[in-house]
């Protein structure tokens, strides 16, 4: 009886989370939709549903991608030779940015790999979190420098391969996806094109 209680009580707390995550969605309140599917990890860990598993791809993503869209923009302003009179700011500018996207991105990383791989997970569950860790490192990537890149190109391909170890279908959606994102590492990062083909 006390199990059962238990157990009901953590799946309303669950839904209650997963319904602030869509509230927060809708709010654009994305570093709280993050929060509220921590919460959600730590009662369910890799046996969230593939739903749940989505909404949690789009808080990640949500929360970073201002960010990289910002870090984009500013490289394209600083091609302008026009603008070089305020190189030295756009860079201070673009750097707090970076950090910023870094930030979140280890944020991101380390939930995933506390809270999911570092528990039991296996199945497409496995390939889509080890995924997950391949993509963040990526972005961190994107603007990286020094040792800090070559850091995140490693730990990147290390997530790439053991998503890739799992037993998945072909024509898996997990699968298609990391065989994707897996291409554009080796094309846009690793500038190994004959690789991403």
Not at 86 to 103: H, P, S, V
Request: charged content about 30%.
């Amino acid at each position: 009886m006390i199990i059962y209680i238990f157990k009901s009580m953590a799946s309303d707390n669950v839904d209650e989370n997963v319904f602030l995550a869509r509230v927060a969605e809708q709010a654009e309140r994305f570093d709280d939709m993050v929060s509220f599917l921590e919460r959600v990890l730590d009662a369910k860990g890799a046996s969230v549903s593939a739903d749940e598993r989505q909404l949690i791809s789009v808080a990640f993503k949500n929360l970073i991608s201002s960010k990289r869209a910002a870090c984009r923009t500013i490289s394209a302003v600083e091609q302008n030779p026009k603008y070089a009179k305020f190189g030295t700011a756009m860079l201070g500018y673009k750097t707090k940015i970076e950090n910023q996207l870094i930030d979140d991105c280890k944020r991101i990383i380390a939930i995933i790999n506390k809270k999911v791989l570092g528990k039991p997970c296996d199945g497409e569950a496995k390939a889509f979190f080890a995924k997950m860790v391949g993509d963040y490192y990526r972005y961190i990537s994107e603007n990286a420098k020094d040792a800090v890149l070559e850091e995140a190109k490693t730990k990147a391909l290390e997530a790439y391969e053991k998503a890739g170890a799992c037993d998945l279908a072909p024509c898996n959606p997990t699968k298609l996806g990391l065989a994707l994102n897996f291409s554009v590492f080796h094309y846009e990062v690793m500038k190994n094109h004959s690789k991403a083909v």
